[in-house]
């Protein structure tokens, strides 16, 4: 059974810097991409990062270019999302997904063919 289980979400002041973690089990970890999207209360959900299975490769969403860093632990079965000069609108509830897509797919700023997806973490920004 595939578990996908995110940690570290809190509520934060703008301008603070937060990291989220996403912890895999039963799957190959190193087979699989490993991303992170959000979705805010009434909105669409969003494509954040993305890693390649051995961490060489890294892509972001505009919205977060320059300020999330996106890494991986293969030894730990771990993905981090590292967000700093966090804003208000980045207020939202972060989840992690694999897939065996490549992490340059454009299928992940699209949010499809993820194999798998964590519950998430709320991550609340206040002004």
């Known amino acids: 059974q595939v578990q996908l289980v995110e940690s570290g979400g809190g509520l934060v002041q703008a301008g603070d810097s937060l990291g989220v973690s996403c912890t895999a089990s039963?799957?190959?970890?190193?087979?699989?991409?490993m991303g992170w999207f959000r979705q805010a209360p009434g909105k669409e959900r969003e494509f954040v990062a993305a890693?390649?299975?051995?961490?060489?490769?890294?892509y972001y969403g505009d919205s977060v270019k320059g300020r999330f860093t996106i890494s991986r632990d293969n030894a730990k079965n771990t993905v981090y999302l590292q967000m700093n000069s966090l804003k208000p609108e980045d207020t939202a509830l972060y989840y992690c997904?694999?897939?065996?897509?490549?992490?340059?797919?454009?299928?992940?700023?699209?949010?499809?063919?993820?194999?798998?997806w964590g519950k998430g973490t709320l991550v609340t920004v206040s002004s």
């Open positions: 039963g799957l190959t970890f190193r087979s699989y991409a």
């Open positions: 997904a694999a897939a065996t897509l490549p992490a340059s797919a454009s299928s992940w700023f699209q949010g499809s063919g993820m194999d798998y």
């Open positions: 890693v390649s299975r051995f961490g060489v490769s890294k």
